[in-house]
Every structure is written in C-alpha cells, then in structure tokens.
C-alpha cells in the first residue's frame, strides 16, 4: 500500500513538471508568434522637472496585447522573456521602438530623453552596444537622447561582464540609470564602479512617503545621496499633487506617475506634450 501511494505520488508529480513544461513551452511559443503578429505596443510614461513641471523624458514600457488574454503587463511576462532568453529579442523590439519614436518626436520639435529598461540578460550579451549602435544610426538619432535603465539585481548576476557593456554603452553616450534604487544589494557599491548618471527612487517608497516616517527618511536621504555623487535623481510613483510638492520641496530633480499621467500609447505622446500644463508651482 505504502508502495502503490508513493507510485502515485511520483506519477503526480511528473504529471505536474510535465504540465509546467508544457506551459513554458507553448508561452515561449506565444511570445515568439506576438513579435510576428504585432501584439507588443510601445507605451510610454512622462517624465517631468518637479521644479518646473517641464516635460523632460519619457519611460518606455512595454505591452502585450494578447489576442485572446488581453492586456498583459510587463510583470506576467517580463520574468519567463528572462529566463528563456526571449529577452533579447524583446529589448531589441523595444529599443527599435523607442528610436522611432524619438526620431518622430524630434520632427515635431520635441526633444525628450527616451529611457528604455535593461535585463540581466541584456547585459551578458556583448553584442548588445553594436546591435544598439546599429539601431541609433538607422533612426537617425543620437545615443545620447537614450537613458538606459538597470536594476541592481540585474548587475549582481556577472558583476564583471555588466560593467564592460555598461561602461560600453556609456561610451557611446548613453545615460545610465539604477532602477527601484533601495530594493536591491550593494547598491552603494555600484554607484562608486559604474559610470552612472542618475538614480531612481523606488515607487514603494514614494507611495508611501506621506504616511509613514520611514519611507519619508529614505526618499531625502537618498535624493541627498544622489546629489552628493553627482547624480539625476528621479522618483516614480507619484500619485498625488502633494507627494510633487514634497518631493519638489526635498529637492528630488525629476519624477513620474499617475499624478501626471499612466503610461500611455506611444503615439499618444505628442499631444499630450502639447496640452499638459503643470499644476501651479512656487515660482
Ligand atoms: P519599472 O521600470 O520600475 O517601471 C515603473 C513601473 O511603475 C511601471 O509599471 C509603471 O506603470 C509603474 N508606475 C508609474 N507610475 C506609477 C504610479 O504613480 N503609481 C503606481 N502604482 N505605479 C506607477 P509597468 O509598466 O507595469 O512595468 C513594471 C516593470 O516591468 C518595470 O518596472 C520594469 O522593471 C519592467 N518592464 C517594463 N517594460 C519593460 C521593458 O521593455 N523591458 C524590460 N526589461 N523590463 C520592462
Ligand atoms: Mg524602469
Ligand atoms: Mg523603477
Ligand atoms: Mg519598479
């Protein structure tokens, strides 16, 4: 009997790898079909001077508009697209994206920074800064109009090999920014190797600035940090007027959130360019 049950208990459990293969399997295989039938959208997030209310940048952020799912975000995909390698295919879908748009805002005399999201995998990859370079000279844009974001997990994974691309797209005259800045390891540690420009601020913190003491202390130390090594500090999540003001008032230089906007369709940019107005600030 003991014998039969542990019999049973193994045939469930290959049933269960068997069936979690099979997932990825046909997820992979859904992922390479999007690229083919068009189903990623670019979207994009203002990014504003809090001192100002001037539009300044945006973040890229990807979409998936499923055929039969519907929208799926980042979070449900992004994670897989890593660990299979598709990631690479996406980053490069992403990045072509990011230059068209950048190229078809310059012509309307719009001239933002774009900033577009690094994976660990990305970062691996030593033919990633040619492809980059390849990519920049058939829009017609400068490397320099591009932000690249990382996430400190993502530099753990081979601390050596990230460095040499970063340093490589940095070369170019790409920006560099630490995403979620306060959520990983070592952050401080890579703040003094690499050769970044600007810093983000967690929206974990940021959301929860104005109800809790602690998270208020982080944000001005770290906008304070920030500044000291000579960096861009930038906070996402602001959801509010006030959280502006207070972030503004800490001296933090630029933010983003659904106080100014959601990320929205790339082609939708321009005129939200055109008609946003900032809320009335100290001046
Ligand atoms: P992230 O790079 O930290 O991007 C910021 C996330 O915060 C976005 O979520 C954005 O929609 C959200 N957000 C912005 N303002 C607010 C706000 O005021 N309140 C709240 N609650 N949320 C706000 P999203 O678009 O779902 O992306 C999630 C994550 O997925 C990103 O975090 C990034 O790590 C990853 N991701 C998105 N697009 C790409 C991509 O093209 N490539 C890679 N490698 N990762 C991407
Ligand atoms: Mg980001
Ligand atoms: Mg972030
Ligand atoms: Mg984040």
Not at 156 to 173: C, F, I
């Amino acid at each position: 009997y003991a014998a039969k049950q542990r019999n049973e208990g193994a045939v469930v459990y290959e049933d269960a790898i068997d069936k979690g293969s099979q997932q990825s399997l046909s997820l992979l295989t859904e992922l390479r079909q999007a690229v083919e039938n068009n189903e990623f959208r670019l979207f994009v997030q203002p990014k504003v001077t809090l001192a100002t209310g001037r539009v300044v940048g945006v973040e890229a952020l990807v979409r998936w508009q499923h055929p039969v799912r519907g929208n799926v975000f980042p979070d449900q995909f992004i994670p897989f697209a890593e660990q299979t390698g598709f990631i690479r295919v996406l980053t490069h879908w992403v990045l072509e994206r990011s230059a068209e748009l950048c190229h078809a805002l310059a012509q309307r005399g719009i001239h933002l920074k774009v900033s577009v999201n690094l994976s660990t995998r990305d970062l691996l990859d030593q033919e990633l800064p040619f492809k980059f370079g390849e990519i920049f000279m058939r829009h017609h844009v400068s490397p320099g109009a591009f932000c690249l974001e990382i996430t400190e997990s993502a530099i753990m994974d081979d601390p050596v090999r990230a460095q040499q691309t970063l340093e490589r797209l940095h070369g170019m005259g790409c920006d560099l920014s630490i995403d979620d800045f306060g959520t990983g390891y070592s952050s401080l540690a890579y703040l003094k190797r690499l050769p970044v420009d600007e810093l983000k601020i967690d929206k974990s913190f940021v959301l929860n600035m104005a109800n809790d003491v602690g998270d208020a202390k982080i944000v001005r130390s770290t906008i304070d940090l920030g500044h000291n090594m000579g960096l861009r500090v930038v906070a996402e999540g602001i959801e509010s007027e006030a959280a502006w003001h207070i972030l503004a008032e800490m001296g933090c230089d630029q933010g983003q959130g659904y106080f100014m906007s959601r990320p929205m369709p790339a082609d939708q940019l321009a005129s939200w360019v055109e008609t946003w107005r900032a809320p009335a600030l100290a001046e």
